[in-house]
């Protein structure tokens, strides 16, 4: 059952784990998280299996939803429909004709719906772009998608002496998004656990807890700036719902 979100245990704490991009010095200890998962030192393959996505070409402008339209406040009780996806820096990420993001600029999607399937949106597009966005947009990119405060404060410390050293995903190497599973919510702060990986290869849970400010919804980020907390791996999706672009 859903807890209200004023009532949800505190984080065990962020786990960090390095998911194979290629930075050098400082960056392989600091760029870290879900995105890329890491199993007996081997990364995780796209095995070209299932739902392809569409590679995006370049910055986009896409309206999708309108702000502040009536929108469905039940929490998805499965995968939401009216759903695409594009392929973004090796990963696939959904866009809802209903939710969002409505808009997206580069590395930038914005604007979604102000309900629980927004929210999703907003968790599976803003975990992504935030970490993986280049040097061109990383800094627009964590403005629009966070909320101010020590995370951001911390992930603009560490991320500025990286430029210069992105490369980029490696093809193929993205664990991609499998499923989900809300662990609370509310109109303000909605909680969501996010999986990526495959049955093959093995799953890892994270969550991403996000706030609705100046009529969106961004990322709250851990202290220590990153997008996605309380990474642990779990053998199966027993209690998520299934949720993918990629397999």
């Known amino acids: 059952m859903t807890q209200p979100v004023d009532t949800l245990p505190a984080s065990p704490g962020d786990?960090?784990?390095?998911?194979?991009?290629?930075w050098t010095g400082l960056a392989a200890v600091i760029i870290l998280?879900?995105?890329?998962?890491?199993?007996?030192?081997?990364?995780?393959?796209?095995?070209?299996?299932?739902?392809?996505?569409q590679p995006a070409t370049g910055p986009t402008a896409t309206v999708h939803v309108k702000p502040g339209?009536?929108?469905?406040?039940?929490l998805p009780a499965?995968?939401?429909?009216?759903?695409?996806?594009?392929l973004w820096e090796g990963i696939g990420l959904p866009v809802s004709a209903d939710a969002g993001p409505a808009n997206v600029q580069g590395s930038v999607a914005s604007r979604y719906s102000h309900s629980p399937t927004g929210?999703?949106?907003?968790?599976?597009?803003?975990?992504?772009r935030v970490v993986l966005a280049p040097?061109?947009?990383?800094?627009?990119?964590?403005?629009?998608?966070?909320?101010?405060?020590?995370?951001?404060?911390?992930?603009?410390?560490?991320?500025?002496?990286?430029?210069g050293k992105f490369v980029g995903v490696e093809p193929g190497q993205a664990a991609q998004?499998?499923?989900f599973q809300f662990t609370g919510y509310s109109p303000d702060l909605a909680v969501i656990t996010l999986v990526n990986g495959d049955v093959t290869r093995g799953y890892r849970a994270s969550t991403v807890t996000l706030a609705?400010?100046?009529?969106?919804?961004?990322?709250?980020?851990?202290?220590?700036?990153?997008?996605s907390t309380n990474v642990h791996p779990i053998p199966d999706l027993s209690g998520f719902i299934p949720w993918s672009g990629v397999s």
């Open 78 to 86: 499965s995968a939401p429909a009216n759903v695409t996806w594009t």
């Open 33 to 53: 998280g879900v995105l890329l998962v890491a199993a007996g030192g081997v990364l995780f393959s796209d095995n070209g299996s299932g739902q392809r996505p």
């Open 177 to 179: 998004l499998a499923g």
């Open 69 to 74: 339209s009536a929108q469905d406040q039940s």
């Open 212 to 227: 609705w400010r100046g009529g969106d919804w961004r990322v709250q980020q851990g202290p220590d700036g990153l997008t």
């Open 119 to 128: 929210a999703l949106m907003a968790a599976s597009q803003l975990a992504v």
């Open 15 to 22: 786990e960090k784990w390095l998911g194979g991009r290629k």
């Open 135 to 163: 040097d061109s947009d990383w800094k627009r990119t964590v403005e629009t998608g966070t909320v101010p405060g020590p995370g951001r404060t911390a992930w603009v410390k560490d991320r500025e002496p990286l430029v």
